[in-house]
């Protein structure tokens, strides 16, 4: 059973604090990983990938993968109100006999208190 | 602009009566899929479709069909619907990754929420 596992929150972080979500996976064949932002009645929207070991900074987001250990986080630096949304953590797999399916967590709601 | 787009946006329907909710993108994506979210419990894939006349189940199909007759449409049909399918649906599509078909970044419709009484 692949599954991707996110703690569901809400996870409450002062602003312009650092808000840190993480993710965990069980298929060790996963390849590529994706965050997506959705805000309450909204449609996800992608706010980092990242493919290799590290991290990936994109303005105050930084992702970080740990293949070893299975697990992927992000970070939010200097959390904003606009934050406060559910992150969903999305896991990819490239093989073929998975069709190549994202395997998504239950998401983490964020609240940025002001 | 590049954009998936959902109709309608809002629907109340009555159990057993037919429906299908359109999904049409732009982007010339041979991935699409559907979902549908539910309090708690995420994003739970109802179809997906590799290309064009290539589509199978996701993890809950009961009661869902879906064709894909051409590259940029992929429609949803509710043959009877009834209470529990009463959800927030959403459309994606997707580009693969070079040759090995991995998925790329998945682009989302705006949302179908459907009532269905």
């Known amino acids: 059973q692949k599954e991707v596992e996110q703690n569901s929150g809400p996870l409450s972080v002062p602003e312009g604090a650092i808000a840190s979500l993480n993710c965990t996976y069980s298929d060790r064949g996963s390849q590529s990983f994706f965050w997506y932002r959705q805000y309450s009645g909204k449609s996800p929207e992608l706010i980092m990938f990242i493919y290799s070991n590290g991290d990936k900074e994109d303005g105050r987001f930084t992702a970080q993968l740990n293949k070893a250990s299975q697990y992927v986080s992000l970070l939010i630096r200097d959390s904003q109100p606009s934050d406060s949304a559910t992150y969903l953590c999305a896991v990819n797999n490239d093989r073929k006999d998975s069709n190549y399916q994202l395997i998504w967590g239950a998401g983490t709601k964020l609240i940025i208190k002001p | 602009e590049a954009q998936v787009t959902q109709n309608p946006r809002y629907l109340i329907t009555v159990t057993g009566k037919k429906l299908t909710v359109t999904c049409s993108q732009n982007m010339n994506h041979e991935y699409m899929s559907w979902y549908r979210q539910d309090p708690g419990l995420g994003l739970r894939q109802i179809y997906y479709?590799?290309?064009?006349?290539?589509?199978d189940k996701g993890d809950v199909p009961e009661g869902y069909k879906v064709s894909r007759k051409e590259k940029r449409n992929f429609p949803l049909i509710l043959e009877s619907p009834s209470p529990n399918q009463t959800s927030l649906y959403f459309c994606?599509?997707?580009?693969?990754?070079?040759?090995?078909?991995?998925?790329?970044?998945?682009?989302f419709g705006p949302g179908t929420r459907l009532t269905v009484l």
């Open positions: 994606a599509s997707s580009f693969r990754l070079g040759s090995g078909g991995a998925l790329g970044t998945q682009y």
């Open positions: 479709s590799m290309n064009v006349e290539v589509t």
